[in-house]
């Protein structure tokens, strides 16, 4: 059984920063497609970043470039996403996502994915 768990959402000020961990369990990271998406009430899930499962660098959404980094911790199972640089419309709940066979073409498709977490709330006061 597949389960992710995110964890370190919270309240942060614009500028600041935040780390959110997603620890993987029935599935191995290193052998998956792992990325974040986030939702904001009656929005659709929105791509943030991810990371393919063989070789190719990260992808960002345009919206968080140069200020977000995702990265996979192979020894913990865990996918990480740095969030430096806080603006007030990254408010939103955010989801760890993984998938073992979506194709590159794909990755920024919420829909493509099977797995996901429950989500973790991040909310930036100005």
């Known amino acids: 059984q597949v389960q992710l768990v995110e964890s370190g959402g919270g309240l942060a000020q614009v500028g600041a920063s935040l780390r959110l961990s997603c620890v993987a369990s029935?599935?191995?990271?290193?052998?998956?497609?792992v990325a974040w998406f986030r939702q904001n009430p009656g929005k659709e899930r929105e791509f943030v970043a991810a990371?393919?499962?063989?070789?190719?660098?990260?992808r960002y959404a345009d919206s968080v470039k140069g200020r977000f980094t995702i990265s996979r911790d192979n020894s913990k199972n865990t996918v990480n996403l740095q969030m430096d640089n806080l603006k007030p419309e990254d408010t939103a709940t955010y989801y760890c996502?993984?998938?073992?066979?979506?194709?590159?073409?794909?990755?920024?498709?919420?829909?493509?994915?099977?797995?996901w977490g429950q989500g973790t709330q991040v909310a930036v006061s100005s």
């Open positions: 996502a993984a998938d073992s066979t979506l194709i590159l073409s794909s990755l920024m498709n919420a829909r493509k994915y099977d797995y």
């Open positions: 990371l393919f499962r063989t070789g190719y660098n990260p």
């Open positions: 029935g599935l191995t990271v290193g052998r998956n497609t």
